[in-house]
């Protein structure tokens, strides 16, 4: 299984960003996927989870609202689109995919296939 994340950079507070991730391999549709982040010194926070069929998903209250993720299971692809950026979701972007749960996890233990991590930098 292998995942790729991209759509990162650099944007000014109040922006948009969408990322995507493109997954290949033996990851199919029943797997539960998520967004994770981490700032330098922090550690990797879960900032987005979603089921395998796309009709649950989880935020945290730092995210919630300004924060979006989707899924295309036909395309292989999840999505995370951040509006209303502030310099505190500055953090490299990774995505995540459990090979055992189908419902949402939360625990980045559970997650046993990692992106590599997208860059995204909000400035003020």
């Known amino acids: 299984v292998q995942l790729q994340a991209y759509g990162g950079g650099l944007v000014q507070a109040g922006d948009s960003l969408r990322l995507s991730c493109a997954a290949s391999g033996r990851l199919t549709s029943s797997n539960a996927m998520a967004w994770f982040r981490q700032a330098p010194g922090k550690e990797r926070d879960l900032v987005a989870a979603?089921?395998?069929?796309?009709?649950?998903?989880y935020y945290p209250d730092s995210v919630k609202g300004r924060f979006t993720i989707s899924r295309n299971n036909a395309k292989n692809t999840l999505y995370l689109q951040m509006n209303s950026l502030k310099p505190e979701d500055t953090a490299v972007y990774y995505c995540?995919?459990?090979?055992?749960?189908?419902?949402?996890?939360?625990?980045?233990?559970?997650?046993?296939?990692w992106g590599r991590g997208t860059q995204v930098t909000v400035s003020s």
């Open positions: 995540a995919a459990s090979g055992k749960y189908r419902d949402i996890v939360y625990s980045r233990r559970e997650y046993e296939y």
């Open positions: 979603i089921r395998w069929s796309g009709d649950s998903t």
